[in-house]
C-alpha cells in the first residue's frame, strides 16, 4: 500500500491540511486515521501539524467567547423547542420527554458556566487559627497525660500475690 506524498505547494496548502486535521480531530477521527486521510507520513505528524496550526491562532477574549457561548446556546436552545413542538404535535411523548431532558441538560450547563449558581450576596467567610502549641509540644503533653492516667489506675489495682513455688515432682510406680 502506497501512501499518497504530502501535497506540494506552498505554505498555505500545509496550513489547510493542518486546519483539516484540527477538524478531523475535533470529529473524533484518530491521529492515526488523520495521518493517511491527509497524506502524513506518520500519526506524529499528524499531531505536530495540529499543535503548530493551534499555535497560530489568536487567543480570543473572554468577552467574546462568552458572547459566543452565549449565542450558541440560544440557537441550540431553537432547535430543541421546534423539535419539541414538532414531537407534542405527533403526539410523540417519548422524543417529547427526552428533547425536555436535553432542554434542561442544556439549561443547566448553561447557567453553570454564566455562574447562575453563585450567590453573590453570601459575605466572604475569615478564618483566623492561633496555633499556641507546636505539634511536638501537643504531644508530649498527651504523652504526660497518658502516664499519669496509666499510673493512677495502677495505684488503685490490688496486688498481685507472688506466684506459688512449683513443685517438681516424679511418679515411680513399685
Not at 499518497?4 to 484540527?22: E, I, L, T, V, W
Not at 504526660?144 to 490490688?158: D, E, K, T, W
Request: charged share 25%; proline share 7%; glycine share 6%.
Amino acid at each position: 500500500m502506497t501512501r499518497p506524498g504530502p501535497p506540494g505547494g506552498p505554505r498555505q496548502n500545509s496550513r489547510d491540511r493542518a486546519a483539516k486535521a484540527f477538524n478531523l480531530r475535533c470529529k473524533g477521527w484518530t491521529w492515526r486515521d488523520i495521518a493517511t486521510e491527509l497524506g502524513y507520513r506518520s500519526h506524529a505528524g499528524a499531531i505536530t501539524a495540529v499543535r503548530q496550526h493551534l499555535a497560530r491562532q489568536p487567543t480570543e477574549d473572554q468577552a467574546i467567547l462568552k458572547a459566543y457561548t452565549a449565542g450558541s446556546y440560544q440557537l441550540t436552545l431553537q432547535r430543541l423547542q421546534r423539535l419539541a413542538d414538532k414531537a407534542e404535535t405527533a403526539e410523540d411523548f417519548t422524543a417529547s420527554a427526552t428533547i425536555a431532558r436535553a432542554i434542561g441538560d442544556l439549561t443547566d450547563k448553561h447557567a453553570k458556566l454564566t455562574g447562575q449558581y453563585v450567590e453573590p450576596d453570601k459575605p466572604d467567610v475569615e478564618v483566623n487559627v492561633t496555633v499556641g502549641l507546636t505539634p511536638a509540644a501537643v504531644i508530649g503533653e498527651a504523652r504526660s497525660n497518658l502516664l499519669a492516667i496509666a499510673a493512677a489506675r495502677r495505684a488503685q489495682m490490688p496486688a498481685i500475690a507472688p506466684p506459688a513455688p512449683v513443685v517438681d515432682a516424679e511418679v515411680v510406680e513399685a
